[in-house]
């Protein structure tokens, strides 16, 4: 597991391996894996820190966007039962599929992160470099 596979990027590792496999020099391309090391860790704490934010603030409009998420989907989904014996118009809800499922899988796998208390640990290292 290379670095970027913690930040949800690890399948452009193989690009990122290839190109440095250009560099003919060593160095050149250490230096080089180094500062895309540093860009990654970069990113991760600009996100870090939006996070803190969102988190810390009272209102909706910033810190409600993904419970605001959760509950589009799941009046999607209430709808989209209670249509048929309604006769409500149907709805498509192949968009709301990918959301909901990508935001619960996404959740789960923080949630197992969390109790494991690796991804966080690895994290912590990373930014600290």
């Known amino acids: 597991m290379g ?14 391996d290839d190109i440095l496999k250009m560099f003919p020099n060593a160095e050149q391309r250490d230096a080089a894996e180094k500062r895309i090391q540093d860009l990654v860790a970069q990113v991760a704490a ?5 996070n803190t934010a969102e988190a810390q603030t009272g209102s909706l409009f910033l810190a409600g966007w993904r419970p605001f998420i ?5 009046i999607g989904f209430v709808y989209s039962i209670f249509q048929a014996p309604l006769h409500l118009p149907q709805m498509d809800t192949a968009t709301l599929n990918n959301v909901l499922l990508g935001m619960l899988g996404l959740g789960t796998l923080r949630t197992g992160e969390k ?11 990373i930014i600290r470099k």
């Open 70 to 74: 959760g509950w589009v989907c799941g």
């Open 115 to 125: 109790v494991a208390g690796v991804a966080t640990e690895a994290i912590k290292k």
């Open 46 to 50: 600009a996100q870090s820190a939006t």
């Open 3 to 16: 670095i970027l596979d913690l930040f949800g990027v690890g399948g452009i590792t193989s690009i990122i």
